[in-house]
């Protein structure tokens, strides 16, 4: 994500985070910061990066006809550049959708997601921490869409930063409500339930940017009278520290 873009969406939310917290205890450094930041801006990057450089390699030989899509890809080639990040939007998220869910289905790729569910708090800096195989895999699922339409440069960047710049807003400890944008949108009110203590309310609201799949196939969740208290996975302490959760997944259980 361009710095230009980063900078200002960040110090924005640190700021209101302070004013007006939805936990102020989540705003409590739990010696996990320094981590999270690690996390985010290095392991999540950097799987991504290498996502796009390993998954045309993987398409390219076995499915040859990608190489006679155009250099403006079939979205571009059909639709106007708004249209087309719309259609491009949705069936990314579709992509993730899915990704997402079977990592809270299969054990072996839960034991990799487990690393972003053990946080005992929600809020900016942990928006992207994630085992670096899980980012590999979600980032793949995400990034897929694009490769196999050849999608413009400019387009691949423009849903690049949307997402970057919702995954930031949806971990954000600011109490507010989104209202109908709920619908649409994976809002941070939507996505603490994801992150709930209870195995029953965290297998809900798996959308990255939107919220719409979740609420095509079922697992939408917005609970109107309470509010989330604990956050993490249940039974379950939050390993500190780049290498245990490295190590995490491979450790007995």
């Known amino acids: 994500m361009p710095i230009i873009v980063l900078v200002p969406v960040i110090l924005i939310i640190v700021i209101f985070e302070q004013i ?13 910061f320094k981590t999270d930041l690690l996390q985010t801006f ?10 796009q450089f390993i998954l045309p390699f993987i398409l390219y030989f076995p499915i040859t006809w990608i190489t006679y899509l155009g250099p403006e890809g079939i979205l571009e080639r ?19 959708y899915w990704m997402h869910r079977c990592s809270h289905t299969f054990p072996a790729l839960w034991n990799l997601h487990l690393v972003h569910h053990s946080a005992k708090r929600v809020y900016w800096a942990n928006s992207g ?10 980032s793949a699922a995400y ?12 387009l691949t960047i423009m849903l690049l930063i949307f997402s970057g710049v919702t995954g930031f ?3 954000v400890n600011i109490k507010f409500k989104a209202g109908y944008l709920n ?23 798996f959308g990255k940017a939107l919220i719409i799949w979740d ?37 007995k259980k």
């Open 183 to 205: 619908y649409i949108f994976n809002s941070a009110e939507l996505h603490r339930w994801h992150h709930s203590e209870m195995e029953k309310e965290s297998n809900h609201n």
């Open 215 to 251: 609420l095509v196939f079922g697992t939408f969740l917005l609970p109107k009278d309470r509010k989330i208290i604990h956050v993490g996975v249940q039974d379950h302490k939050d390993p500190i520290g780049f290498i245990n959760q490295f190590l995490l997944p491979f450790r």
């Open 169 to 171: 807003l949806e971990h």
């Open 42 to 51: 290095i392991t999540l990057p950097v799987a991504s990066q290498l996502s």
């Open 129 to 138: 921490r994630f085992h670096f195989f899980d980012a590999i895999l979600s």
């Open 143 to 154: 990034l897929l869409p694009l490769i196999v339409l050849n999608a413009s440069e400019q």
């Open 78 to 96: 059909n639709f106007s550049l708004g249209l087309s990040f719309v259609i491009g939007l949705l069936i990314c998220e579709f992509c993730y």
């Open 20 to 32: 007006m917290p939805y936990h102020k205890s989540w705003n409590v450094d739990q010696n996990d």
